[in-house]
């Protein structure tokens, strides 16, 4: 299991309590807007947005923030702004590669929050495609384990292209390629399954292994660039042991 995954978990049910539940909506909002612009405000012909309106859903977003979000990105409703998507490349401590999706109607401030949250937390910023090919686009579905065995989910995702079905301590993750995301997700609601997020992201294809100090660092360092309002998602390729992450939880 990737040391991403578990930082990942730990940091939903951190988000589920935290004083920064407010970013955390804003940007599932900014997620809806996007999806809603780029392929149109019905959430049946979009998967995409189906698949954002489903996780704001799951993280108790309201649900006229999530209307709203979907009519200004449709064009339904004044006020939507231009986001772009830009992609940062860097390193971090233990050689740890980074990748950083902003989602911003700011180019200049976005850089400099990135370049300013790397440069104070022993990162610096790489040149592009210098660590992106480290990385491969999957569909990753989050789902929790209540009433469900890993079984269960795996009868319900092969056929459908998943690749494999990772056991998370709380949750279990489906791994599928991209392409194969939607259908893998309606065969798990065909199954009666319930889930909690299904969206394209990069996972590593190589992990770097961190010990309890440099695994800090990169923690404070994660948590550095995913404070900042145009950083939406930032994947990194470590590795970190179970006894490890208990130190660190401790």
């Not at 947005?49 to 409703?77: H, T, W």
């Not at 910023?125 to 065995?149: C, H, Q, W």
Request: net charge negative.
């Amino acid at each position: 299991m990737s040391g991403h995954s578990k930082w990942a978990t730990t940091k939903h049910k951190k988000a589920a309590v935290d004083a920064k539940r407010g970013k955390l909506f804003a940007k599932l909002i900014k997620n809806i807007e996007v999806a809603a612009r780029t392929g149109g405000g019905d959430p049946d012909g979009n998967p995409t947005l189906y698949d954002a309106i489903q996780k704001a859903r799951k993280n108790s977003v309201p649900l006229d923030n999530i209307d709203r979000a979907r009519k200004r990105g449709a064009g339904e409703e004044a006020g939507g702004a231009e986001w772009q998507t830009i992609m940062y490349e860097g390193y971090g401590p233990g050689g740890v590669a980074v990748l950083i999706e902003c989602l911003t109607d700011n180019r200049n401030r976005a850089a400099s929050d990135v370049r300013t949250a790397l440069t104070r937390n022993g990162g610096t910023l790489a040149d592009p495609n210098s660590v992106s090919y480290m990385f491969n686009r999957k569909g990753v579905i989050l789902l929790p384990k209540e009433g469900t065995t890993e079984d269960d989910v795996m009868m319900a995702v092969l056929d459908a292209g998943a690749e494999e079905v990772n056991d998370l301590g709380e949750s279990f993750e489906v791994i599928s390629e991209a392409t194969d995301l939607v259908a893998v997700r309606k065969a798990l609601q065909e199954a009666g399954v319930d889930y909690e997020s299904a969206e394209a992201n990069f996972l590593p294809t190589v992990s770097v292994p961190l010990d309890e100090e440099n695994a800090k660092k990169v923690f404070r360092l994660l948590e550095a660039l995913e404070d900042s309002d145009d950083v939406q998602n930032v994947f990194a390729n470590f590795d970190v042991s179970d006894e490890i992450m208990e130190k660190i939880d401790a």
